[in-house]
């Protein structure tokens, strides 16, 4: 079946490192992606992974992959008031739908 | 370059009536899917459309149809509107194949409230 899980909520305090997890179930996945959803905006494309990799690191932000477990997660190093947004995971087959979780609400303070 | 845009903002329809939502892709893409986001959830695939043809449809009923014209640009219809069908409808294209990603991206979504 098609299920994505993710923790509702995450609150950190600024300068420190954020992690937000994302559980899935179809195995057959081939890409998984982190969107990050302001308030009132769209979807905003963070980074993706491919499901033959167990990492990927772009500047602040750094996908784990465990593939054995279907777990994925994303750290954001040096977390700022700006990163406090909502963040969606998701996964695809090829050109498939994408199948997003709930979302994970990351609260920054200071 | 213009990212993906959509039209209108937001929509105040009653139910019963029908609605038409607009969509143009990112310049380049051409394949265009829609998606719902109700309230505190994350988005639910509605269809996709390549080459003007619907090439994958999620779990929504008839009532949600579309369109794809010659220039990649696409509607989403919704009829007979119901209660639950107030929510943020987003469009996303994307280029299959370019570069193996399968990158979708997303407009800025049109806010549905049906009364």
């Known amino acids: 079946g098609e299920d994505v899980e993710q923790s509702l909520f995450l609150s950190v305090r600024e300068g420190d490192s954020s992690v937000i997890n994302c559980t899935y179930t179809d195995s057959s996945s081939t890409y998984l992606y982190w969107y990050k959803q302001e308030p009132g905006a769209g979807l905003q494309l963070l980074t993706y992974?491919?499901?033959?990799?167990d990492m990927k690191q772009d500047q602040r932000l750094t996908v784990l992959l465990n593939k054995k477990d279907k777990h994925l997660s994303l750290r954001i190093a040096d977390t700022q008031t700006g990163d406090s947004a909502i963040y969606f995971c998701a996964e695809s087959k090829n050109t498939d739908k994408l199948i997003f979780g709930t979302g994970t609400r990351l609260q920054v303070f200071p | 370059d213009a990212g993906v845009t959509q039209s209108p903002t937001h929509l105040i329809k009653t139910r019963g009536q029908q609605v038409t939502l607009r969509c143009s892709p990112k310049?380049?893409?051409?394949?265009v899917s829609w998606y719902q986001q109700a309230l505190g959830q994350g988005p639910q695939f509605i269809f996709q459309?390549?080459?003007?043809?619907?090439?994958q449809r999620g779990n929504f009923p008839d009532r949600f149809s579309g369109h794809q014209f010659p220039n990649y640009s696409s509607e989403l219809n919704v009829n007979a509107l119901l209660l639950g069908d107030s929510a943020l409808y987003l469009c996303?294209?994307?280029?299959?194949?370019?570069?193996?990603?399968?990158?979708?991206?997303f407009g800025p979504g049109t806010r549905l409230t049906v009364t």
């Open positions: 310049s380049g893409h051409d394949t």
């Open positions: 992974i491919f499901s033959n990799m």
């Open positions: 996303a294209s994307s280029l299959p194949g370019q570069g193996g990603s399968y990158e979708q991206y």
């Open positions: 459309y390549y080459e003007e043809e619907e090439r």
